[in-house]
């Protein structure tokens, strides 16, 4: 099972701009997550907010998250060539269960 | 930190045997793992919650007599792919949560990418 949907699929900026990336999910939820993967590789954990947070900063990282609208967003600023990867967010609930959005592909150009 | 290994990170195998992935946490006990299989270029979809001592929890459309799950220990749990085929290449991914600790705090293993031929 999948919570929802990742806007945009795909994504392309320059060196040195922000990528911003949507979540959208349909259930209610204990926190969400996002997580990077470089191609064919496992996960590496970015950050998580609790369903009673509305922000979070980590490094260049900047995630909100709207329970009243059931979304999050995640924001690179200063992207770098190694930021290039798939994103994903996995929302957590009280059973235990992560269960992960579609992703967005996040290809940084030099 | 919390680490989870997985092997083997890649197998080839023919179609009809079996092959058994070993998700195994490191340095701390998980009383629940969780099984995740990828398809190329898709998202993670979750295939079963694994429980310790007890029978794993698989999510709908999701065979369990394909997919043997067993988790005899606080810090391995299996999965046996049987009679694999083709359209069960894939790539598969454990993770687990430490007991005792923040409800949030799950761990990753590396993956394994299963190729039968």
């Known amino acids: 099972s999948q919570q929802g949907e990742e806007d945009p699929q795909a994504l392309s900026i320059q060196e040195g701009e922000n990528a911003t990336m949507n979540c959208s999910y349909k259930?209610?939820?204990?926190?969400l997550q996002w997580y990077r993967q470089n191609s064919g590789r496992g996960l590496v954990h970015l950050i998580l907010i609790r369903s009673n947070e509305r922000e979070k900063h980590s490094g260049r990282l900047r995630v909100t998250l709207d329970t009243s609208k059931k979304s999050s967003s995640l924001l690179i600023t200063a992207s770098r060539a190694a930021d290039t990867a798939s994103y994903f967010c996995a929302t957590g609930s009280r059973d235990d269960k992560i269960i992960f959005g579609k992703g967005t592909r996040l290809h940084i150009l030099p | 930190g919390a680490v989870v290994s997985q092997h083997p990170s890649w197998v080839i195998c023919k179609s009809g045997t079996s092959v058994k992935i070993e998700c195994r946490s490191l340095?701390?006990?998980?009383?629940?793992m969780f099984w995740y299989r990828q398809f190329p270029k898709q998202s993670l979809m979750l295939m079963a919650t694994s429980n310790e001592g007890s029978k794993a929890t698989y999510e709908q459309g999701v065979e369990k007599d394909k997919f043997l799950i067993n988790h005899a220990s606080l810090t391995l749990s299996t999965l046996t792919v049987t009679s694999a085929h083709p359209e069960d290449s894939s790539f598969y991914i454990c993770?687990?949560?430490?007991?005792?600790?923040?409800?949030?705090?799950?761990?990753f293993g590396s993956g394994t990418r299963l190729t039968v031929v």
């Open positions: 259930t209610s939820i204990n926190n």
């Open positions: 993770s687990a949560r430490a007991t005792g600790t923040d409800l949030y705090g799950y761990t």
């Open positions: 340095d701390f006990q998980a009383t629940t």
